[in-house]
Structure formats: structure tokens, C-alpha cells
């Protein structure tokens, strides 16, 4: 089973709303990512997490928040977002940091 | 020069064809090869990995890889119109350092597979 859950699988936010987008795996992964994909470009990497621990951030603004409640889950807290962070948010996790990475289904997100 | 080049495409096919996908690396310490396949409005689905030189088959779908030239490929055989999506090359460095853990992707490549 390669299966990453991710919700909700669509969501309006206003720029001064506050959202959680929620990832979960149960596959014993022990690495856990987030990437943000633009229409016609490949996904760009925002965050990794290694043994729940941030080990990557892309120098992703603080309006980004990622949290790693535990080796399962995966949340990304958003705030004060901009219009130009409209896009498809994924969710991914591996076996470990150099694994092979399963993508989630996304979460499709626009800002007003 | 970017990190992971694939052919600019669009790539058109007629079905049963066989489709060849190409992508190109930069840094010579990349070990870990991966082809995804993006249907539009989807997320990228694994289509196979590579690690050691020569071909990996996996029914309709073989992987090339080349460190020596830094290049890997895919080749779809008797295409299908399903087959028709993005298909985004993928390396990462499993030595240590700041892009462990990193995958890179290529732009990817439409492909289209006409009946």
C-alpha cells in the first residue's frame, strides 16, 4: 500500500484567513515533504521532514508554517497568504530521505 | 544550465508506437532516477525508479540510465492513449550534504498518444 492522504482536497482562503492543509501516511515512512506545484511546472520542494524533525526548508516564507505532529502527519499551517500562493499543494513521504517518494493526491488552494 | 533537462516536447505518438522520453543531469553525484506521470489536475504518480546503469523493464515501460553521459530515459512501448500525460524526470543525491533528501525534476514533457 503507497497510500498519502491529504485534506482538504479543495479550499478558498481569504489573505487574512488562517487554514490548515493535513497530510497522513501509514506506511511506517519515516520522511515526510511538502511541495507546491504551479500550473505547467514541476513540483517545487517547500519542506522536509526526517524522524519528525525539519530537516529542508527552501527558504519558504513564514506564512508557511509546517508542523510534524507525529511520524504520520504531516500538517502545513497557512496564513496571511497572497494570491500568488494559489496552487496545488502536495503532500509526499518516503521510506527514508534518499527513498523512493510517494505523492498524495494534493490540495488544490486559492487565495482571494 | 539547469539541474535536470528533459526534452521540451510536446511529444505526439500514434497509438501502439513506441514513445521515447529523454532527460539529462548535471551533478555527477545524482544516484536515484525516477520517472513520474502527471495526468492534468492530478499529482505525479510513480512510473519506475533506477539506480545502476544499463535498462530496468517494468511491462510497457523501460528505464535507460547512463551516469557516464548523466542521461536516463523512458521508453513506452505500444503506447497507449491513457498514456497520454506529463511525464517529469527526477533525480536525487543520496550522499550527504544540503540536497540530500532533494529531488530535482525535470520541466517535464507532454505527451500524446493519438489514436
Known amino acids: 500500500d503507497t497510500e498519502v492522504t491529504q485534506t482538504p482536497k479543495h479550499l478558498v482562503m481569504g489573505m487574512t484567513n488562517k487554514k490548515s492543509l493535513k497530510c497522513e501516511q501509514h506506511?511506517?515512512?519515516?520522511?515526510m515533504y511538502w511541495y507546491k506545484q504551479k500550473a505547467k511546472k514541476p513540483p517545487e520542494l517547500m519542506f522536509v521532514?526526517?524522524?519528525?524533525?525539519?530537516?529542508i526548508n527552501e527558504s519558504v516564507p513564514s506564512r508557511f508554517s509546517p508542523e510534524c505532529p507525529n511520524s504520520s502527519l504531516l500538517n502545513l499551517h497557512l496564513h496571511a497568504l497572497q494570491p500568488e500562493d494559489s496552487a496545488l499543494y502536495l503532500c509526499?513521504?518516503?521510506?527514508?530521505?534518499?527513498?523512493?517518494?510517494?505523492f498524495g493526491p494534493g490540495t488544490r488552494l486559492t487565495v482571494l | 544550465q539547469k539541474e535536470v533537462e528533459q526534452n521540451s516536447g510536446p511529444l505526439s505518438v500514434p497509438e501502439g508506437a513506441i514513445a521515447s522520453l529523454n532527460c539529462t543531469y548535471s551533478?555527477?553525484?545524482?544516484?536515484?532516477f525516477f520517472w513520474y506521470r502527471q495526468y492534468s489536475g492530478k499529482s505525479p504518480e510513480l512510473i519506475m525508479s533506477?539506480?545502476?546503469?544499463g535498462d530496468k523493464e517494468d511491462g510497457r515501460f523501460t528505464a535507460q540510465l547512463n551516469k557516464a553521459s548523466q542521461y536516463v530515459s523512458l521508453l513506452i512501448r505500444d503506447s497507449q492513449p491513457s498514456d497520454s500525460a506529463t511525464y517529469l524526470c527526477?533525480?536525487?543525491?543520496?550522499?550527504?550534504?544540503?540536497?540530500?533528501?532533494?529531488?530535482?525534476f525535470g520541466q517535464g514533457t507532454i505527451l500524446t498518444v493519438h489514436p
Open positions: 506506511m511506517g515512512h519515516r520522511a
Open positions: 521532514y526526517s524522524y519528525e524533525k525539519l530537516s
Open positions: 509526499a513521504s518516503s521510506q527514508g530521505e534518499a527513498d523512493t517518494q510517494y
Open positions: 551533478d555527477r553525484v545524482s544516484q536515484s
Open positions: 533506477i539506480y545502476s546503469n
Open positions: 527526477a533525480v536525487s543525491i543520496n550522499a550527504g550534504g544540503t540536497s540530500y533528501g532533494k529531488l530535482t
